[in-house]
T-cell receptor, first 119, second 114 residues
Framework: AQSVTQLDSHVSVSEGTPVLLRCNYS??????LFWYVQHPNKGLQLLLK??????LVKGINGFEAEFKKSETSFHLTKPSAHMSDAAEYFCVVSDLSRAGGTSYGKLTFGQGTILTVHP | NAGVTQTPKFQVLKTGQSMTLQCAQDMNHNSMYWYRQDPGMGLRLIYY???????DKGEVPNGYNVSRLNKREFSLRLESAAPSQTSVYFC?????????????FGPGTRLTVL
């Protein structure tokens, strides 16, 4: 069974300082990993994804994440926080499954990390 | 393309009432999903439909039923709503092609059961 642990429920940074959101995962197979962002009262938007290509993944809005198999981690970083980055972030692990001849992804979500950015 | 759309956006029910949440996608995706989001718990899978004509239970299916009406539409029904079903409900879809496991989410339905 796969699982995801986001190590911080809340992270607070000042505008212009680096952001680090930590995520550890557990999966029986070679997983796909994602980070989604959810702004208040909005749906989920994909930030970036790892699918066994380059271990350093670049996403939208200056975010990136590094897949470290030896540490089973997929931490999200950004060099300089912006006020608009304030949101909740979800680390997600996915294993491909098949049903009725169709491939689909079963996602397991972490509990979420709320990022607050101070002026 | 509208992507994934959900109706309604907000709903208030009384305990015991029934309702259906509607979801549609225009991306020709095979697979569709219903999740609920509760504070501090991330998103949990209620039901999914890997392809048209099939549906399966997810992590928290009790109290819900689903219908995959056609390739585009996947509805979630609460037969007798309970306060424990107060939540935000998200529909998602995925595939076909290289990104089988990348899911695209709708804007959500905020449901309150009194």
């Amino acid at each position: 069974a796969q699982s995801v642990t986001q190590l911080d429920s809340h992270v607070s940074v000042s505008e212009g300082t680096p952001v680090l959101l930590r995520c550890n995962y557990s999966s029986s197979y070679s997983p796909s990993l994602f980070w989604y962002v959810q702004h208040p009262n909005k749906g989920l938007q994909l930030l970036l994804k790892y699918t066994s290509a380059a271990t350093l993944v670049k996403g939208i809005n200056g975010f990136e994440a590094e897949f470290k198999k030896s540490e089973t981690s997929f931490h999200l970083t950004k060099p300089s926080a912006h006020m608009s980055d304030a949101a909740e972030y979800f680390c997600v692990v996915s294993d491909l499954s098949r049903a009725g001849g169709t491939s689909y992804g079963k996602l397991t979500f972490g509990q979420g990390t709320i990022l607050t950015v101070h002026p | 393309n509208a992507g994934v759309t959900q109706t309604p956006k907000f709903q208030v029910l009384k305990t015991g009432q029934s309702m259906t949440l509607q979801c549609a996608q225009d991306m020709n995706h095979n697979s569709m999903y219903w999740y609920r989001q509760d504070p501090g718990m991330g998103l949990r899978l209620i039901y999914y439909s890997a392809s048209e004509g099939t549906t399966d239970k997810g992590e928290v299916p009790n109290g819900y039923n689903v219908s995959r009406l056609n390739k585009r539409e996947f509805s979630l029904r609460l037969e007798s709503a309970a306060p424990s079903q107060t939540s935000v409900y998200f529909c998602a879809s995925s595939g076909p092609g290289l990104a089988y496991n990348e899911q695209f989410f709708g804007p959500g339905t905020r449901l309150t059961v009194l």
